[in-house]
């Protein structure tokens, strides 16, 4: 295995370990959801964000906005793994007094760079900030992190076409595909086939991937921006609960939190791969 594959492979699985055990001490919901973006949350944070953990807040940054708030174990672990913070601040996960909420807060520590959770603004911020970005003359660039359910909300096809309007090729589009939302299956709730072209008809320009090979999402993200003067959107298939075989594609794990043995047996899952 290549040294960079085996970065990618031993962070990602450090990650899902800490979403394990966050949402079993704090017995809250959404690690399928968190599971699923871990591969491309790693490759984001150990190759292509622009990004210093010792200067956080560094003007010329390059933004990460987690859009899907609720998924946000998989974030705060990512950070602290990439040294952002102390890991045992992760031990405070959703329990009275700790720093980190069940959504995304916005410099609840550092590197959470906006407050998310009600689905379909991150885009919308991400354009803004993207017009910011262009007036000011800073180079930075913006990767908003959307599901596939989200895509449901209005304002998130609003703030595509804004996007594309004003040519915010600073702008990018990371959508985890699991093809599961709250209440059954995309398809079945509101089917958004043909999903691609609907970005390309908002004047968007796409690329599909796995979302779970290491060196196609780096190899995608790596072309940034696809055209020139265009916003990028990557539809990223994935799997929702993605490394824990008993999680995967299984609704009920949008809500579930596991109970000794399954985090016991989850670990151990983890610990072959």
Same mark, same amino acid.
């Given at each position: 295995m290549p040294e960079t594959e085996r970065d990618y492979k031993n962070l990602s699985t450090e990650i899902r370990k800490k979403i394990l055990k966050m949402i079993f001490s704090s017995q809250t919901s959404h690690i399928g959801s968190s599971l699923s973006i871990v591969d491309i949350l790693t490759v984001l944070y150990l190759k292509i964000l622009f990004i210093n953990p010792e200067e956080p807040w560094s003007e010329d940054r390059d933004r990460l906005i987690l859009s899907k708030g609720h998924a946000c174990a998989s974030?705060?672990?990512?950070?602290?793994?990439?040294?952002?913070?102390?890991? @045992?601040?992760?031990?405070?996960?959703?329990?009275? /007094?700790?720093?980190?909420s069940g959504h995304s807060t916005m410099r609840c520590v550092p590197g959470a760079e906006v407050s998310t959770g009600s689905l379909g603004h991150g885009l919308s911020?991400?354009?803004?900030? /993207?017009?910011?970005?262009?007036?000011?003359?800073?180079?930075?660039? $913006?990767?908003?992190?959307?599901?596939?359910? @989200?895509?449901?909300?209005?304002?998130?096809?609003?703030?595509?076409?804004? %996007?594309?309007?004003?040519?915010? !090729?600073?702008?990018?589009?990371i959508v985890d595909y699991n093809k599961i939302q709250a209440f059954g299956?995309?398809?079945?709730? $509101?089917?958004?086939?043909?999903?691609?072209?609907?970005?390309?008809?908002? /004047?968007?320009?796409?690329?599909?991937? !796995?979302?779970? &090979?290491? %060196? @196609? $999402?780096?190899?995608?993200?790596?072309?940034?921006?696809?055209?020139?003067?265009?916003?990028?959107?990557?539809?990223?298939?994935?799997?929702?609960?993605?490394?824990? %075989?008993?999680? @995967? &594609?299984?609704?009920?794990?949008?809500?579930?939190?596991p109970n000794r043995e399954q985090l016991e047996k989850g670990l151990k899952e983890l610990e072959s791969l």
């Open positions: 974030l705060y672990a990512t950070l602290a793994l990439r040294g952002f913070f102390p890991e @045992e601040i992760l031990d405070t996960y959703c329990l009275d /007094g700790g720093m980190l911020m991400g354009a803004g900030m /993207g017009i910011a970005g262009k007036h000011d003359g800073i180079n930075y660039r $913006i990767f908003v992190v959307l599901s596939d359910g @989200e895509c449901n909300e209005g304002s998130v096809w609003e703030a595509a076409m804004f %996007s594309s309007q004003h040519r915010l !090729d600073n702008l990018v589009a299956r995309t398809e079945e709730v $509101i089917d958004l086939e043909p999903f691609k072209d609907k970005w390309v008809s908002f /004047g968007w320009d796409v690329r599909e991937i !796995d979302g779970h &090979n290491f %060196s @196609e $999402i780096e190899k995608t993200l790596s072309r940034l921006p696809f055209t020139k003067n265009k916003p990028s959107v990557v539809i990223a298939n994935t799997i929702k609960g993605k490394g824990v %075989s008993f999680m @995967e &594609n299984q609704l009920a794990w949008h809500y579930k939190s």
